[in-house]
């Protein structure tokens, strides 16, 4: 099953803009790209999904290029409280509605 | 609920011991997925339930894990034996019938087996 690739950790300060990239070189046609957000001692979140081009919420923005082989969660001003890991994984292909998640990118915000 | 619930928060186990665990999902949600987080790792696929079908459980890593999903609501994790390695969080998810729709995740179950 396809697998998705990002840095196992990432360290930011308030404030900062933050930028998680996720390589995904066998996405299928019909995947989708979707982020979870983890805390500790909870269940992942959903924060955005996307197939292509950019994707904006109130929480975050996706970036996808034109192959589709990478993709960028940007997390605008993060606080204490966004530190957290991140999943980025596949959803609607082949893998149906279960989801893969790999190690995630653990975040840690200081003041 | 608002939520996915999950019972109970932790559970303490004898190895050997059976365990149930429980998940309420978002009323009127079809598909209901469980999965196993072991400490500092990702979230790992069980099973799968469209309603009270269980279509996929490829990932339940032995026969003494069961689930079922009778009345395609609430649905309840079984472990038989249980062993040391089962100790885990044990996450309940459901969403919108679709491949691709959000999946709402409880705060799930941590099981330690001593």
């Known amino acids: 099953l396809a697998k998705t690739t990002q840095p196992i950790s990432m360290d930011s300060y308030e404030g900062q803009e933050v930028n998680i990239t996720c390589s995904h070189n066998?996405?299928?046609?019909?995947?989708?790209i979707t982020w979870y957000q983890q805390f500790p001692s909870q269940g992942p979140r959903f924060i955005i999904q996307?197939?292509?081009t950019k994707v904006t919420n109130e929480v975050a923005s996706l970036f996808i290029p034109a192959d589709r082989k990478s993709s960028t969660l940007s997390l605008p001003r993060v606080s204490l409280s966004d530190t957290a890991v991140y999943y980025c994984l596949f959803q609607g292909g082949n893998q149906g509605g279960k989801l893969i998640f790999g190690q995630g990118t653990e975040l840690s915000v200081k003041p | 609920g608002a939520g996915v619930s999950q019972s109970p928060r932790y559970k303490v186990a004898k190895r050997g011991q059976d365990v149930a665990l429980r998940c309420d999902p978002i009323?009127?949600?079809?598909?209901l997925f469980w999965y196993q987080q072991a400490l500092g790792q990702g979230p790992e696929f069980l099973t799968y339930f469209q309603n009270e079908a269980q279509l996929d459980k490829s990932g339940l890593p032995s026969d003494r894990f069961f689930a079922e999903r009778p009345e395609g609501s609430v649905s309840t994790l079984k472990i038989q034996r249980t062993q040391q390695e089962d100790s885990a969080v044990y996450l309940c998810a459901s969403s919108q019938q679709g491949a691709a729709n959000i999946q709402y995740f409880g705060a799930g179950t941590r099981l330690s087996v001593l």
């Open positions: 066998n996405i299928a046609t019909n995947d989708y």
């Open positions: 009323s009127g949600h079809v598909s």
């Open positions: 996307g197939y292509k």
